[in-house]
């Protein structure tokens, strides 16, 4: 059973893109509107950062900007490029059954590490359990930026806030923002595709050693995550 490691409290959410619903719209349009919310949240975020820091007290440079998101790993796996001899079509596997699993993760570029849980269900109690195990990871005296998308999970009333987090929403419909998604593709093109599951123990097993393996290479986070608009050219 997992439990938090450090005391934690309700905090403020950090003001960010409240959810919104488009009108029909052409594609370039909606494309637009898309790259008008990237620019403005990246080009704001060095003032949301030094509002964090006045708010608590803390010097801008004691602030880890972390990315956070959730990936499900299940026995129907996903299928991805593979090295063949020229002119042959290898085969990969392909199961039909439904166990799965969710990586709950977080990585702080500029530090090269990450904070994970892989678990059962995707709800705001999950994500309750990773907030407290990101918590262990920042450095002591420092406050952590957590950049998450808007999924109900990230923006309930019911999550319990440590006090060394502050939330920061990304805009609506930029996954591109999220480095988290960057490390989501690589474990998923180089450990976890192409196989089959034996069991739901057996993908907690696959998953667990492939954010090992991650987070045992703090340059490969380093080199996924790290984003100019978030830690400086």
Do not use: Y
């Not at 949240?41 to 030094?50: H, K, V």
């Not at 608590?56 to 490029?81: L, Y």
């Not at 109690?125 to 109900?152: F, K, R, S, W, Y």
């Not at 988290?180 to 097993?205: A, G, H, P, T, Y």
């Amino acid at each position: 059973m997992l439990t938090p490691a450090l005391p934690i409290t309700r905090t403020d959410i950090a003001p960010g893109f409240s959810p919104t619903s488009d009108d029909a719209r052409s594609p370039s349009a909606t494309c637009c509107t898309r790259c008008r919310r990237r620019g403005s949240f990246s080009g704001s975020l060095p003032e949301r950062l030094a509002q964090i820091g006045h708010e608590k007290g803390i010097e801008p440079a004691a602030i880890e900007v972390w990315f956070a998101d959730e990936a499900r790993v299940g026995q129907k796996n996903k299928i991805t490029r593979r090295w063949a001899k020229r002119g042959t079509r290898p085969s990969a596997p392909k199961d039909q059954r439904t166990a799965s699993a969710f990586i709950f993760g977080a990585i702080c570029p500029k530090d090269g590490k990450g904070a994970a849980l892989v678990l059962p269900r995707c709800d705001t109690e999950a994500m309750n359990l990773h907030l407290a195990e990101i918590a262990t990871q920042i450095a002591p005296g420092a406050h952590a930026a957590l950049l998450v998308d808007q999924a109900g999970w990230h923006l309930s009333r019911r999550l319990i806030v440590p006090p060394n987090i502050t939330l920061i929403p990304l805009p609506a419909q930029c996954p591109e923002l999220n480095s988290q998604e960057n490390v989501w593709q690589f474990m998923r093109e180089n450990w976890l595709s192409n196989r089959i599951f034996k069991s739901f123990d057996d993908i907690v097993d696959h998953c667990c050693d492939a954010w090992n393996k991650l987070t045992d290479q703090p340059w490969r986070i380093m080199s996924l995550g790290l984003r100019d608009w978030a830690h400086g050219s």
